[in-house]
Nanobody, 125 residues
Framework: QVQLGESGGGSVQAGGSLTLACAAS????????MGWFRQAPGKEREGVAI????????FYDDSVKGRFTISLNAAGNTSYLQMDSLKPNDTAVYYC??????????????????WGQGTQVTVSS
């Protein structure tokens, strides 16, 4: 089993920045990819960003391109989501995920996927 622990959520005014972190522990593996998803009240969970371990290729939802940056630490077991120029509609619970197989351009994982518990991000206008 893989456990994912998220940190870094909080409240910020529009235009501000936050950095989320997701640390993998337990029966870790050098999973094929790590990613971030979010779910706003009354909406379905949506993909935000994915990064491939093998070449650090990154993929983003159009709504966050140019504002959010996903990255990995050198060991490949911690993912970061740097969020700049935050907007009120970025408000959501953010979840990190990892798995052996994913499709970056589609922002989705395939097969067994491990999820974090979620962290709240609130952006006020």
């Amino acid at each position: 089993q893989v456990q994912l622990g998220e940190s870094g959520g909080g409240s910020v005014q529009a235009g501000g920045s936050l950095t989320l972190a997701c640390a993998a522990s337990g029966d870790t593996f050098n999973g094929a990819c790590m990613g971030w998803f979010r779910q706003a009240p009354g909406k379905e969970r949506e993909g935000v960003a994915i990064i491939y371990h093998r070449n650090n290729a990154t993929f983003y939802d159009d709504s966050v391109k140019g504002r959010f940056t996903i990255s990995l630490n050198a060991a490949g077991n911690t993912s970061y989501l740097q969020m700049d120029s935050l907007k009120p509609n970025d408000t959501a619970v953010y979840y990190c995920a990892t798995g052996r197989s994913c499709y970056g351009p589609g922002l989705r994982f395939l097969g067994t996927t491990y999820w974090g518990q979620g962290t709240q991000v609130t952006v006020s206008s």
